[in-house]
């Protein structure tokens, strides 16, 4: 489950074209859920990228500001 997440996070903000729609769209979503176990999990998988630090600065920054704005 944990690597479906880190995979739908990295075609998100990979994604220059379409970004600030599939963020507000996964933010959207992911409270709607209003599961803590979905949003502790996709918390997991931002820091284990960022951690990795495999992506460029710009998805990196990306991901700071995903997990700014699920936590």
Request: no cysteine.
């Amino acid at each position: 489950m944990k690597e479906r997440y880190k995979q739908q996070l990295v075609m998100i903000v990979t994604n220059d074209n379409h970004y600030d729609l599939y963020e507000d769209s996964f933010i959207s979503k992911l409270k709607a859920s209003n599961s803590s176990k979905v949003i502790t999990s996709y918390l997991a998988a931002i820091n284990e990228l960022l951690a990795e630090g495999n992506l460029n600065e710009v998805g990196l920054e990306r991901l700071k500001q995903l997990r700014y704005l699920v936590s």
